[in-house]
Every structure is written in structure tokens, then in C-alpha cells.
T-cell receptor, first 113, second 114 residues
Framework: DTEVTQTPKHLVMGMTNKKSLKCEQH?????MYWYKQKAKKPPELMFV???????INESVPSRFSPECPNSSLLNLHLHALQPEDSALYLC????????????FGPGTRLLVL | KQEVTQIPAALSVPEGENLVLNCSFT??????LQWFRQDPGKGLTSLLL?????REQTSGRLNASLDKSSGRSTLYIAASQPGDSATYLC?????????????FGAGTQVVVTP
């Protein structure tokens, strides 16, 4: 099973809402990633978790709060977002943060009104 | 800073033609290079991963070459089909990276017409 799942597929939220994105993998991978992708642009790395510890935060605003409750699950908590945060949010995983292929989920399409 | 460029930005070919997609990078000290496919509004699907010590990788109709010294990779797709229509992205990792940080190109949008 080389699948990364993400829920929800679509999310519409107001600027005062609090919501969460969820990502799950059952491949035994110990590295998980959040990316943000705007239309017609490449993905931009936001966070890297390695062995459930936050390893990289690419200067992401604090209104995005990642969480890794266990080795299979990665959440992204959203609060007080801005319309410019509307994007496709992609989760990925790999065996470790070393040389291996990253497997991507289908993404959550987020619209902030 | 590593810069990754993909040319052309868009490509339209009739079915059956071979596709040639180019990726160039400015820092040749790379760990590996990966080619991905992305369908509209969807996630990325890994196509081929080339380690820095390799010259090429093949999978079915796909062949990717890597010339590290000149900072180039080429993805060849033989006998294109309408189902090959998608955006193709290349991504590189530097030798100094320990955290799985890819630097992506902007992608080549491919349309294969029946």
C-alpha cells in the first residue's frame, strides 16, 4: 500500500474559523511533510516531521500549526487564515528524510473567504 | 541558492509523438532528482527517481537521463497518449540537505491531442 490519504478533499472557511487538515499513511514511513501549492506554481515546503518531531519550519506564519500525534498521522491546524492562504495543501511521506522517494497525497483544496 | 528551470512551460503534441521535457538546475551538487506528474487539482505522482551517481532511469515508456555536471535532466515519454496529458515537475535535492527538501521546477504542462 503506497497510499497517502488526506481529508477533507475540499474546505471552505471564514477568516475567523478554526479547522484542521488530516493526513494519514500506513507505509511505516517516519518522515512526513506539508506543502502548499498555489495555482500554476510548484509546491512549496512548509513543515517536515522526522520521527514525529518537527524538523523543519520554513518560516510559516503561526496561523498554521502542525501536529504529528503518531507515526501514521499528520495534522495541520488552521486558525485566522487570510484569503491569500487559499491553495492546495499537499501532504507527503517518505521512509526517512534521506534519499527515498516522497509519496504525495491527493491534497486538500482550501478556500478562505 | 538552487534554481530549477523547466522548459518549455507548455507543450502540445499529437498522439503517438515522443515527448521531450527538460529540467535544468544551477547547483550540480545534488543528492538526487525526481520527476513527478500532477493532474489538475490533484497530488503529485512520482515517476522516476535518479540518484546523483546514475545516468538514467527507465520505467515502461518513460526514460529520464541525468547529466549532473551540466546541470540537466531530460524526461522522454515514448509514443505519447492522451492519458499522458498532465503537468510534469522535476525536483532536486542538494547533497547538503538532510531533511527531504526538494527544490521544484515550475513544471511543463503537456497536452496530447487524439
Amino acid at each position: 500500500d503506497t497510499e497517502v490519504t488526506q481529508t477533507p478533499k475540499h474546505l471552505v472557511m471564514g477568516m475567523t474559523n478554526k479547522k484542521s487538515l488530516k493526513c494519514e499513511q500506513h507505509m511505516g514511513h517516519r518522515a512526513m511533510y506539508w506543502y502548499k501549492q498555489k495555482a500554476k506554481k510548484p509546491p512549496e515546503l512548509m513543515f517536515v516531521y522526522s520521527y514525529e518531531k518537527l524538523s523543519i519550519n520554513e518560516s510559516v506564519p503561526s496561523r498554521f500549526s502542525p501536529e504529528c500525534p503518531n507515526s501514521s498521522l499528520l495534522n495541520l491546524h488552521l486558525h485566522a487564515l487570510q484569503p491569500e492562504d487559499s491553495a492546495l495543501y499537499l501532504c507527503a511521506s517518505s521512509q526517512t528524510t534521506s534519499l527515498e522517494t516522497q509519496y504525495f497525497g491527493p491534497g486538500t483544496r482550501l478556500l478562505v473567504l | 541558492k538552487q534554481e530549477v528551470t523547466q522548459i518549455p512551460a507548455a507543450l502540445s503534441v499529437p498522439e503517438g509523438e515522443n515527448l521531450v521535457l527538460n529540467c535544468s538546475f544551477t547547483d550540480s551538487a545534488i543528492y538526487n532528482l525526481q520527476w513527478f506528474r500532477q493532474d489538475p487539482g490533484k497530488g503529485l505522482t512520482s515517476l522516476l527517481l535518479i540518484q546523483s551517481s546514475q545516468r538514467e532511469q527507465t520505467s515502461g515508456r518513460l526514460n529520464a537521463s541525468l547529466d549532473k555536471s551540466s546541470g540537466r535532466s531530460t524526461l522522454y515519454i515514448a509514443a505519447s497518449q492522451p492519458g499522458d496529458s498532465a503537468t510534469y515537475l522535476c525536483a532536486v535535492r542538494l547533497e547538503t540537505d538532510s531533511w527531504g527538501k526538494f527544490q521544484f521546477g515550475a513544471g511543463t504542462q503537456v497536452v496530447v491531442t487524439p
